[in-house]
Structures are given as structure tokens and as C-alpha cells.
């Protein structure tokens, strides 16, 4: 006490802090006694003064769950557990085992209590055995619980495979503990401990049995899902190793024939893959149900030749104008811009004029691409401009001016309103 | 069999059915009874629908392998053997740039941002970019990573091995198809009794 620590900061003068390394220092001091006691699952009076004894008592870290008993507080249990990560070894089982001896000492008190006829003290281990009862099965969901979140989000805290086939290994075992678990529970001792107590019975027995008949239920599940959920994992392992040996070798071996599978007497399934066949139709005029729809195809679907005519004179209109500047350039692009029409026509769904420029591989700026698209768009008779669709594709240049830049265009054709427009 | 139509006719055009490329179908063709119908309906045509070994994708094979039949498979089988080692090299592409340790597989989506982020970030990603947009089976001219990302998923969606579920947006879903080829590599280092089932160390293999 006499020696300060150097900086006594704000926590230290906290009465809170005195407390508990008091605690903290009282469980070191008794280390040895108290790990005996946690291995053994019952705690030695005699290991202790009668004056430490009273201590570790008040300190809530021993507790007399009954009379006879002696033991370390769960949350102490817990505690150690979690530091020596000793929960998945101890957990389940000896849970099991100390709640079912726990039960049996309730239960024996509770007969005790009625035969006594001390109506308030049986109602009281009434409760406390219902409690116990419930914290089992509670037990057993939450691990349970636990187990089904690790597989929904497919161990997804941690990340590669190799990690991931260690958890459901992990899993399995846990899985393995809490059925072992689920097999100490004897419910031919529980009937008998029951008697002919209805509400023991109940309690023990038809209670119990469905809790866990559910989760019996439950884990079956899990364990068919990790199971799965484990195979896939391998697979895609292999098929990443076979992935790899597989490039590695054609790399090293240029030249490898691979068998004429398709020629031998027996083709193998996975070779056998039909060409396809498209079932193409046509216009046909025989059959005179169809005209009416057909006459409104017709008058819907802009005519290929008044388009290419339209088209010429725009052309030509257009090299006139600026045969003084540069004119076979402008042309050129003139006569790209209205091929890029053409394709539009063509295609059954809208072309982005950036990813045709990429896909033609022309030499144009793509501004100034773009600007021919628009501008030959703008160009169209009125009645053939109704035919396409044109999407512009653009993004403020700056938060502080309504300058918008154009960065595609998308053009597509307008068949009965059909067009989806891209973006 | 009216309300099948589209069905037999992607089918009859060469078309994998997967749960990606078209679940309703997918879902349809497990039923026996129905492949039983299509089945009666394409024999005339000597077609069949068939599957891959874990049945997660339905395509058309031949009944009788007629002359004309195998005339095709060869060609098919020698053009697939040919572009495997780009495909291969694709996909470990893909799965090392986005950080993944099991290969692509059905259902799997790749953000092509995200893909190219991950690859203009390394070096030797470029690279292998580059040496693999090269590749005939891509013919990709650009010099640019991004263009040349454009144009091998462009070529791979084209050859079926990825599906684009919206049109103008730039993520393709892994389909089915990967499995059969998967299945057709195993098939062959099988038969070929390929000497690569022995740990090769990677020093090797870069060589």
C-alpha cells in the first residue's frame, strides 16, 4: 500500500478496481484447490481454512448449490473454461452429467420436502428443478443454435477452404459431444426417479423426451448439411488443384494428342455434345388468318430500303457540306456511324456506341464518335427517328456547374414499344 | 408440349440449361416424365437431352453416332481441346485475382470491377492478362487491361461458360457449362492416364 504505482491513473482510485484484484488475487491464491475442483466438478471443503473458505464464498466464487454440495459458481466454471479453451472438451459432457446428478439430489430434496408435508419447501425445488431442467435443454439448443449459424453462413469468418474443412471438422465433433450428450440422458432412470408423480413426470419425462427428440431432429439436419457443405468444399479444392496440374501440364507439354474420342466405338458421354440446330420460319402469305398480323408487322418494321436511301442522302448531304474540310475522314466517319445504324437494325436487342467502337476496333475519338451518333440521330426524317430509341449515357462533370458529359450512347430499335432501354 | 416450345427450342440451338442460365427450365428438365416427352419428340432429329454427372446442367447429345455425328463431335472436341489450356488459364486468372482457393464453379459471380481493380493492382496479373487476351481464343488487340478484360468475357460469355444476367451491367454469373468442361478435363487425365496426379512443386510448374 505504501508504494504508489508511478501513475495512479483514474481507474485506480475506482473502488471497483481494489475489488476486484482483491478477487482476482484470492482466486490465484487458491489456484490449485479451485482447478482441483473444476477437473473434479465438486470442490473439497477441507482444502480450505474455514476463514478462506468463507471468503471464496462471499467473493462468489464457491457457492453451495445445496447442502452437501461445494462448488465453483458457473461463471467461474466458464471462466476457466474460456481460458484454457477447454469449453469444447468439457462443455456438453460433464454439463450433462452435472445437471442430471443435480436433478436427481432436486428431486430426492423435493420428495423429502413433500413427505414432510413442507408444502412451501417442495414448491420451492419444484422451481429450482424446473429451472435446472430448462438450463439443459437450453444448453443443448444454444450449442445447437450456434452450430446451425456456422453453417447458414458457411464459415464465413474465416476464409480460405482449408480453414473452413477445419471448422466443419471442428463442428462435427461438437455435434459428435452434444449427441453423447444427448445419450447420458437415461430416461428409464428418469421414469423411475419420476414414480408416480405427475408433475415430475412431466417435468422429466414427456417434457425432456420431446426437447430432445427436437433437437435430435435439428442436429440430424446439421450434420446432413456438413456433410454436404464439406464435399463441396473438397470438390472445389480439387477441382482448383486439378485446375492447375491440368494447365501446368498442356503448358509443359505443347504438343499433347489428346485420344480421338469422338471416332471410338464407345463415345464417351462427356464428349458427346449434339451441334446446334436453329429452327428458322419465314414470312409465308398461304395462310389468310395471318394477314391482318402480318399487314401490322409490316407497318411497324421500318423498311430496310427507304432506311438505306434515307441514309445515302444524309451521307451525301452531309460530304457536301464539308467537302472543304476534311472530307474523305468525314465521310469515313459518316459511313461508320450509319454502318453502326445498320448493326442496330440488325441486332434484336440496343448497342452501346462505345462497346461497338471497341468491338469494330475503329480508330475514332470516342467523343467524337459519339457525337456523330447523336448528330446523324438528330438527322433522321422525323417519321425514321421514331423508329430507334437513343439513350444517353451521362454523368455531371462537376458538382458545381449543369455541365453533363456524355460518356455512351445506347441506340436500339422500337418495335412495339419493345425496346428495353439499357441503363 | 405447346408450353415447352421455347424450351426444346433453346435446346435444339445448342444452349446449356443450368440453374444460372434459366432456372425455371432447369427445374422443369429434372422431371423424367417431361426429358421422356422431349425425348420422343427429338428422336427424328437424333437428339436426346442429356446431362452432365452431377446433373447440374442439361444440354443435347446425339442418339446414333452417325457418321455426320462424330464428323461434328470431332470437330467440337478438337476445337474445346484446343482452347482448354486458355479456359484453364482463365480461370485460375479469375479465381487468384479475386483471392479465392477453390475454382470457379456454377452460381459463382464475378463484378468485372472488381476483377479488374484486383488485377491492374499487380503486375504479374497484367501480364498474365495480357499473354492470355493474345490468345486466339480471345483476339483481343488492345493493349489496355480494361478492354482486354471486356473482350475475354465477352469471348467466354459467347462460348456459354458465363451468363450476364443484366444486359448493361458488367457481372456474369459462372454457368453449368464450367462443370462439363471440368468434368471433360477430368475425363481426359483419366483416360490419358495424365502423370499429374503426383505433387508437382510449383518452382516446376512455372517453368
Redesign the interface.
Known amino acids: 500500500m505504501s508504494q504508489t504505482p508511478n501513475q495512479k491513473s483514474g481507474a485506480q482510485s475506482n473502488p471497483l478496481f481494489a475489488l476486484g484484484k482483491e478477487r482476482l488475487e484470492l482466486i490465484g491464491k487458491h489456484a490449485d484447490a479451485l482447478m482441483q475442483g473444476y477437473l473434479d466438478g465438486q470442490i473439497n471443503e477441507s482444502a480450505f481454512s474455514e476463514q478462506a473458505l468463507q471468503k471464496l464464498l462471499d467473493s462468489r466464487v464457491l457457492d453451495y448449490p445445496d447442502e452437501q454440495r461445494l462448488q465453483l459458481r458457473p461463471i467461474v466454471n466458464e471462466l476457466i473454461a474460456s481460458l484454457t479453451q477447454d469449453e469444447r472438451k468439457r462443455q456438453i459432457n460433464s454439463d450433462v452429467g452435472e445437471h442430471l446428478d443435480q436433478i436427481h439430489t432436486r428431486v430426492q430434496s423435493l420428495q423429502a420436502a413433500r413427505q414432510k408435508g413442507d408444502y412451501a419447501a417442495s414448491e420451492h425445488h419444484l422451481q429450482l428443478l424446473t429451472e435446472r431442467v430448462n438450463d439443459m435443454t437450453g444448453q443443448f439448443g444454444d450449442a445447437i443454435e450456434s452450430l446451425w449459424h456456422r453453417l447458414n453462413t458457411e464459415f464465413g469468418f474465416v ?4 480453414d473452413k474443412i477445419l471448422e466443419i471438422e471442428l463442428a462435427q465433433r461438437q455435434l459428435r459431444r452434444i449427441l453423447d450428450g444427448f445419450g447420458i440422458i437415461n430416461f428409464d432412470d428418469l421414469i423411475q426417479l419420476a414414480g408416480s408423480d405427475g408433475s415430475l413426470r412431466k417435468l422429466l419425462v414427456s417434457q425432456l423426451q420431446a426437447r430432445i427428440s427436437e433437437h435430435s431432429g435439428s442436429l440430424l439436419e446439421v450434420q446432413k448439411r456438413l456433410v454436404l457443405l464439406m464435399s463441396r ?1 473438397r470438390q ?2 480439387d ?2 488443384l ?11 507439354h505443347p504438343n499433347f494428342q ?6 471410338r466405338s464407345q ?13 428458322q420460319a419465314f414470312i409465308a402469305l398461304d395462310r389468310a388468318q395471318d394477314s391482318y398480323a402480318l399487314a401490322e408487322l409490316a407497318r411497324a418494321v421500318p423498311r430496310e430500303l427507304e432506311q438505306g436511301s434515307n441514309s445515302e442522302r444524309q451521307d451525301q448531304g452531309f460530304s457536301m457540306a464539308l467537302q472543304s474540310l476534311v472530307a474523305t475522314e468525314q465521310k469515313q466517319l459518316a459511313k461508320d456511324v450509319e454502318d453502326f445504324f445498320i448493326h442496330v437494325i440488325e441486332s434484336p ?2 448497342l ?1 456506341g462505345v ?1 461497338y467502337l ?1 468491338e469494330k ?1 475503329l480508330s475514332w475519338e470516342p467523343e467524337m464518335w459519339l457525337f456523330q451518333i447523336v448528330a446523324e440521330y438528330q438527322g433522321l426524317p422525323e417519321q425514321n427517328k421514331q423508329s430507334f430509341m437513343l439513350e444517353k449515357d451521362s454523368a455531371p462533370k462537376s458538382r458545381f456547374n449543369q455541365l453533363y458529359i456524355i460518356q455512351d450512347v ?1 441506340v436500339g430499335m422500337r418495335f412495339f414499344g419493345d425496346f428495353q432501354a ?2 | 408440349m405447346i408450353e415447352n416450345g421455347p424450351l426444346l ?1 433453346r435446346l ?4 446449356y440449361i443450368c440453374s444460372i442460365t434459366d432456372e425455371h427450365s432447369f427445374h422443369k428438365l429434372q422431371n423424367e416424365e417431361l426429358v421422356d416427352d422431349l425425348n420422343h419428340f427429338l428422336r427424328p ?3 436426346r437431352v ?1 446431362k ?2 452431377d446433373g447440374s446442367v442439361y ?4 442418339c446414333d ?1 452417325t457418321q455426320n ?2 464428323q ?3 470437330h ?2 478438337t476445337s474445346t ?1 484446343q482452347s ?2 486458355p479456359m ?2 482463365w ?2 486468372l479469375v ?1 487468384e485475382a479475386l ?1 479465392r ?3 470457379l ?1 456454377l452460381g459463382d459471380t464475378i463484378k468485372l470491377q472488381d476483377f479488374e481493380s484486383k488485377v491492374v493492382d499487380n503486375q504479374s496479373l497484367i501480364q498474365r492478362l495480357a499473354h492470355l487476351a493474345n490468345d486466339k481464343l480471345f483476339k483481343s ?2 493493349d489496355k487491361p480494361d ?1 482486354q478484360i ?2 475475354v468475357f465477352k469471348r467466354i460469355k459467347e462460348l456459354g461458360y458465363l451468363h450476364q444476367p443484366h ?2 451491367r458488367l457481372f456474369y454469373q459462372v454457368t453449368g457449362k464450367v462443370e ?1 468442361l ?8 483419366d ?2 492416364n ?1 502423370p ?2 503426383e505433387e ?1 512443386p510449383e518452382q ?2 512455372m ?1
Open positions: 476464409s480460405s477452404l482449408d468444399f472445389q479444392q477441382k482448383a486439378l485446375i492447375n496440374r491440368m494447365s501446368a501440364f498442356l503448358r509443359q489428346v485420344g480421338d474420342y469422338p471416332n463415345v464417351p458421354a462427356v464428349v458427346n455434345q449434339a451441334q446446334g440446330i436453329s429452327a436487342e440496343a452501346s462497346d471497341a476496333e445506347t439499357a441503363g | 427450342e435444339l440451338e445448342g444452349e432429329l437424333n437428339r442429356a452432365n454427372d444440354f443435347l447429345a446425339y453416332l455425328a462424330r461434328h463431335l470431332s467440337q472436341f481441346v482448354l489450356l484453364l488459364e480461370m485460375q479465381q483471392g482457393d477453390g475454382a464453379s488487340t488492345s478492354m471486356k473482350q444486359k448493361d462439363q471440368i468434368e471433360l478435363v477430368r475425363f481426359i487425365k483416360e490419358e495424365l499429374i496426379d508437382i516446376e510448374v517453368f
